[in-house]
């Protein structure tokens, strides 16, 4: 099995958590993980936290096999009215996996039409942001090879998902196992 390719993109204001656990997990998964910002390198996440990304997203290639978006406010809004990020969201999704936690979802993926007929869950309350789909309540939602998450809470088992998608239910036990997850 080929090494995975994955793009996790930050912009102000993402939710740590969300952002963090996959960019570690995946890593321990060993998955080949690049962190993008949006306009920079250096982003803040809401609580405050400045990480310095790879590289931004104006220089990132469209050859990921997968691209994860924490959420958080106001990160996913930076998200969304991202060009760059847009592109290679709709990019992948056409041959790789797409993920979103927390309010990126409805935020993000919802108006970019990476949604329409798909079943995905998203921060409570947030589903206004895309009243056109019907979310569900679960903590994590599989479908096909969109991967949704509903929040802070739930970004260990959104990552476990994540590493299964792309490495294999075997690795992903391993991982979840390694940590002491479950």
């Known amino acids: 099995m080929a090494v995975p390719k994955v793009l996790v993109v930050f912009a102000e204001g993402f939710e740590e958590i969300e952002g963090f656990a996959p960019v570690d997990l995946l890593k321990r998964a060993g998955a080949e993980v690049v962190t993008a910002g949006v306009g920079t390198r250096e982003i803040s996440g809401s609580h405050g936290i400045r990480i310095v ?10 050859d990921y096999d997968c691209v994860i978006c924490p959420g958080g406010m106001p990160g996913s809004v930076n998200l969304a009215h991202s060009w760059e990020v847009m592109q290679r969201l709709v990019q992948v999704a056409g041959h790789g996996v797409v993920c979103a936690i927390c309010a990126a979802p409805a935020v993000v993926f919802g108006p970019a039409g990476l949604l329409d007929g798909r079943k995905a869950v998203c921060y409570p309350g947030q589903e206004a942001a895309c009243p056109a789909v019907r979310f569900g309540t679960e903590r994590v939602m599989v479908d096909g090879n969109v991967i949704t998450a509903r929040g802070a809470g739930c970004a260990v088992e959104f990552s476990l998902a994540i590493i299964e998608k792309l490495l294999g239910k075997a690795k992903a036990d ?8 479950k």
């Open 53 to 62: 990304c790879d590289m931004e997203i104006s220089q990132a290639a469209f």
């Open 174 to 181: 391993k991982v979840s196992a390694d940590i002491i997850w």
